[in-house]
């Protein structure tokens, strides 16, 4: 007998058809004898309607009430799945975040997780109840409600396994695992039976939004065992291993892109010591996340160009802050983009094998595609490109290292 911690998102609970599914299944795996908590998202679509219900009446919402208003869609399929488990005499038990204690910092909109108290929920199961337990939302200190930014109920599940100390996290979905890339965007990208923690921690990091990059790094600091498969069909999906030499000899696992990006470049900036951390300071202490960075000498003058990029939804922010400090450093111009996108290969493997990134280039350049940004880590390389090369770079990148599946005889 084993304790499992069940995830099911948004369009495995998406009619009431679907989430009936999900309560057979459920069923299943209480029969087979296992104690099973079930933390579910908000029907799909749900979370996206409540947020435009909001910004009809600000465009900025108050972070607080935000949070009041989007953990209310979660509270909805707890219920409903709990009906189900009963009409099919599985006995459950719903609870929001706040019942089982799922306590939060302060950060409304994208609150971590600091404690969950496990045992209202340990009860529960010893009287042989099925759990069900809203995803994405918990409560503060000071009992105010919060949520854990989106896609945080495989956060949410990632936590009640660690706290529960349960046999494994199965996060069930709508793919049947993780694949070698968005298998929206290249039909031809083959499930990986299994993915190592690291790799997985940077796929999730650069965009491949099939895990919350937060659930990988609780499963991390946690060594949760943590199962990515689909709630339509049976299988295996695919394991996150902590074992590094788990996967094949391959030198990329997958590749991660992110249509979440935009470019900002301050043009003609003395060159002075100093100058990085006067543009990028205000930027920092807007709170604004900034990931790649590019400096350049200008040859002849003793100016350089500076370029960096930000989440597109800070964009507006950056650049007026970049305007204000462009100022007062006498730069030339200051241009901005949001029409990137950022394509990653990434893979373990690229630790022991040279040239991944001149084959990356050169594959990109026969299809002329222009690479505006590079950067790169032990096993990643990231290249920004326009935003209408995003499917075309993917694929084409996934053909020149080989990810496809195998040819079915
Ligand atoms: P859920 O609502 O179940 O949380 P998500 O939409 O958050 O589901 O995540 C599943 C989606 O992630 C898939 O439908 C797929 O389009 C996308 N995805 C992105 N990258 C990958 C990848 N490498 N492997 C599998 N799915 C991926
Ligand atoms: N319902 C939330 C969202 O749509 C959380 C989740 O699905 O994980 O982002
Ligand atoms: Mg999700």
């Known amino acids: ?153 495989d956060t949410s599940a990632v936590a009640i396994t660690a706290a529960l100390k349960a046999d494994e996290c199965q996060i069930y979905t709508d793919v049947d695992g993780v694949y070698t890339t968005d298998p929206r965007v290249e039909p031809k990208a083959r499930k990986l039976d299994r993915i190592t923690f690291e790799e997985m921690l940077e796929m999730a990091s650069l965009g491949s939004k099939v895990l919350q990059i937060r659930s990988v790094e609780f499963a991390g600091k946690y060594r949760v065992p943590l199962r990515v498969l689909s709630s339509f069909e049976e299988g295996e999906g695919t394991l996150i291993t902590f074992e590094e030499n788990a996967v094949e000899d391959a030198q990329i696992s997958g590749i991660a892109f992110s249509r979440d990006e935009a470019k900002l470049t301050v043009l003609g900036v003395p060159d002075q010591p100093g100058v990085a951390s006067r543009i990028l300071g205000p930027i920092a202490d807007a709170n604004i996340e900034v990931d790649m960075i590019v400096q350049n000498i200008a040859a002849h003058e003793a100016t350089t160009d500076f370029t960096f990029t930000v989440h597109r939804n800070e964009y507006e922010r950056a650049l007026d802050i970049l305007r204000r400090t462009a100022t007062e450093l006498g730069a030339r111009e200051v241009l901005g983009d949001t029409r990137i996108v950022k394509i990653s290969l990434v893979g373990v493997g690229m630790r022991s094998h040279a040239g991944i990134a001149s084959r990356m280039f050169a594959s990109l350049a026969k299809e002329g595609i222009n690479i505006r940004m590079i950067s790169t880590s032990e096993i990643k390389i990231s290249v920004v490109v326009d935003e209408k090369y995003l499917e075309l770079g993917v694929r084409t990148l996934h053909d020149a290292f080989g990810l496809e599946r195998a040819e079915v005889a």
């Open 1 to 153: 007998m084993a304790l499992i911690v069940q995830k099911y998102g948004g369009t495995s609970v998406g009619t009431v058809e679907r989430i009936m599914a999900v309560a057979g299944r459920v069923k299943r795996w209480r029969e087979q004898g296992h104690q099973v908590v079930v933390v579910v998202s908000a029907m799909s679509g749900e979370t996206d309607r409540l947020v435009g219900l909001a910004r009809e009446i600000q465009p900025l919402p108050e972070p607080r009430e935000l949070d009041v208003l989007l953990s209310t869609g979660e509270q909805v399929t707890i219920a409903l799945l709990s009906m189900a488990l009963q009409a099919q005499d599985c006995p459950a038990r719903s609870y929001t975040g706040a019942q089982v204690h799922i306590l939060t910092d302060s950060a409304h909109n994208k609150a971590r997780i600091r404690d969950i108290d496990g045992a209202r929920v340990r009860a529960d199961l010893d009287a042989g109840r099925v759990v069900v337990v809203a995803g994405f939302q918990g409560i503060d200190e000071q009992g105010d409600i919060t949520t854990l930014g989106r896609g945080g109920s």
